[in-house]
T-cell receptor, first 111, second 113 residues
Framework: AQSVTQPDIHITVSEGASLELRCNYS??????LFWYVQSPGQGLQLLLK??????LVQGIKGFEAEFKRSQSSFNLRKPSVHWSDAAEYFC?????????FGTGTRLQVFP | ETGVTQTPRHLVMGMTNKKSLKCEQH?????MYWYKQSAKKPLELMFV???????ENNSVPSRFSPECPNSSHLFLHLHTLQPEDSALYLC????????????FGPGTRLTVT
C-alpha cells in the first residue's frame, strides 16, 4: 500500500539552529511529493512540491527539500530556524487522484 | 477574499443538533475535498467532488452529508453526530487534472458534546 512515513513525531531545536525533518515514501514510481506546514489552529499551507527535474526544491519561508530516489526520501531542511517556524509539518505524496499524508512532525523552537 | 475560506472556524454542537460547515474557494479550481483531522491520526480524506460531482466517499457515516452546489462552494451537513466526530474538518481545493496539488482552508474545529 502507498504510504508516507515521518519517523520523528516531535523535534525540538534552538532558534538559529539548522533543521532537517525526515520523510520516506513507499512505492518506486516517481512520486509527486509535498511538504505542508500547519500552525496551531490553522489549515495546511503548502511549503514546497516536487514533481520532476532538479531534486533540490526551494519553497517558501526559506525551506528546501531534497528528493533522493535511492533512499525513497524527501527530507525538509532549513539552515536557520526562527521561532515562528514552530508548527506541525506534514509530508505528502500524490497518488493517482489523491494525497497521502504522513502523521506529521511537531517542531518546537526554543529561544 | 483569497484562497480557501471556511466558516465557522469553531463549532460546538450537541449530538441531536443539525449544523452545516461551509467552504469557499477563490482559486478557480474545479475539485474540492473534505478531510477530517483527529489528534494523533493522519489526515483522513472524507469526500471528493470533481466538477461538482461526488467522486469519492471513503466509507464516511451517513451522519455526514456533503453538498457541492457549484465549483466554488462545498458544504458538509452534520446531524446526530457522536463525540468521536469531534475533530478539525479541513476543506481543500485543486484543479481536477492536478488533484494531488491541493490548497487548504483554515479548518473548522468541531466539538460534539
Amino acid at each position: 500500500a502507498q504510504s508516507v512515513t515521518q519517523p520523528d513525531i516531535h523535534i525540538t531545536v534552538s532558534e538559529g539552529a539548522s533543521l532537517e525533518l525526515r520523510c520516506n515514501y513507499s512505492y518506486g514510481a516517481t512520486p509527486y511529493l509535498f511538504w505542508y506546514v500547519q500552525s496551531p489552529g490553522q489549515g495546511l499551507q503548502l511549503l514546497l512540491k516536487y514533481f520532476s527535474g532538479d531534486t533540490l526544491v526551494q519553497g517558501i519561508k526559506g525551506f528546501e527539500a531534497e528528493f533522493k530516489r535511492s533512499q525513497s526520501s524527501f527530507n525538509l531542511r532549513k539552515p536557520s530556524v526562527h521561532w515562528s517556524d514552530a508548527a506541525e509539518y506534514f509530508c505528502a505524496r500524490g497518488h493517482t487522484d489523491k494525497l497521502i499524508f504522513g502523521t506529521g512532525t511537531r517542531l518546537q523552537v526554543f529561544p | 477574499e483569497t484562497g480557501v475560506t471556511q466558516t465557522p472556524r469553531h463549532l460546538v454542537m450537541g449530538m441531536t443538533n443539525k449544523k452545516s460547515l461551509k467552504c469557499e474557494q477563490h482559486l478557480g479550481h474545479n475539485a474540492m475535498y473534505w478531510y477530517k483531522q483527529s489528534a494523533k491520526k493522519p489526515l483522513e480524506l472524507m469526500f471528493v467532488y470533481s466538477l461538482e460531482e461526488r467522486v469519492e466517499n471513503n466509507s464516511v457515516p451517513s451522519r455526514f452529508s456533503p453538498e457541492c452546489p457549484n465549483s466554488s462552494h462545498l458544504f458538509l451537513h452534520l446531524h446526530t453526530l457522536q463525540p468521536e466526530d469531534s475533530a478539525l474538518y479541513l476543506c481543500a481545493s485543486s484543479l481536477r487534472d492536478t488533484s494531488y496539488e491541493q490548497y487548504f482552508g483554515p479548518g473548522t474545529r468541531l466539538t460534539v458534546t
